[in-house]
């Protein structure tokens, strides 16, 4: 995962993580790496080349205190955008969160960032400005229960 992350170009760093530079502690990476499984589904797209694995996708939501909503984030490396990966991650949180009876996915994204809020349009989200700050985008999801999913869970 710190080759992925460090393999993101400046700006798929930037707009991620809000800042271009690669330069993370290892606690920052364990943070990032090693999410708590208790709160956090994570999701991760992973390649095969010669014999190497290496992600070139990741993607997860975390539940908030209230254990009713949860915020999620996506990235995928530059040379695999457009292929349709970050759709098929936002599927695999938004059942996963259905699932697991969250009402409310939210991320919150850079209003220079025109991909992802574009992303976020199509895939049901509504954007609205940060009233604490106008540099941020804030993407909502109102969460509607999978009732007839038999694996269905009790919040985490």
């Known amino acids: 995962m710190r080759a992925f992350i460090e393999g993101l ?6 707009f991620r993580f809000g800042c271009g530079e690669p330069h993370f502690s290892d606690a920052e990476f ?3 790496c090693d999410p708590d499984t208790s709160v956090c ?3 991760i797209v992973v390649r095969s080349k010669d014999g190497r694995e290496s992600a070139v996708a990741s993607a997860r939501y975390c ?3 209230d254990g009713k909503r949860c915020e999620f984030a996506i990235a995928v490396a530059d040379d ?3 292929r349709g990966l970050g759709r098929r991650l936002i599927e695999a949180l938004l059942k996963n969160a259905r699932r697991n009876g969250l009402v409310l996915m939210f991320g919150k994204v850079l209003a220079t960032n025109g991909r ?3 992303f976020a349009r199509r895939n049901g989200f509504e954007v609205l400005t940060d009233a604490g700050d106008p540099a941020i985008r804030t993407v909502t999801l109102a969460l ?4 007839a ?5 009790q919040p985490l």
């Open 63 to 65: 539940v908030q205190p």
């Open 116 to 118: 992802m809020l574009e």
């Open 144 to 147: 509607e229960a999978d009732e």
């Open 41 to 43: 589904a994570d999701f």
């Open 80 to 82: 695999w955008q457009g």
């Open 149 to 153: 999913d038999p694996t269905r869970q």
């Open 9 to 14: 170009s400046f700006g798929a760093r930037y």
């Open 30 to 32: 364990r943070r990032l």
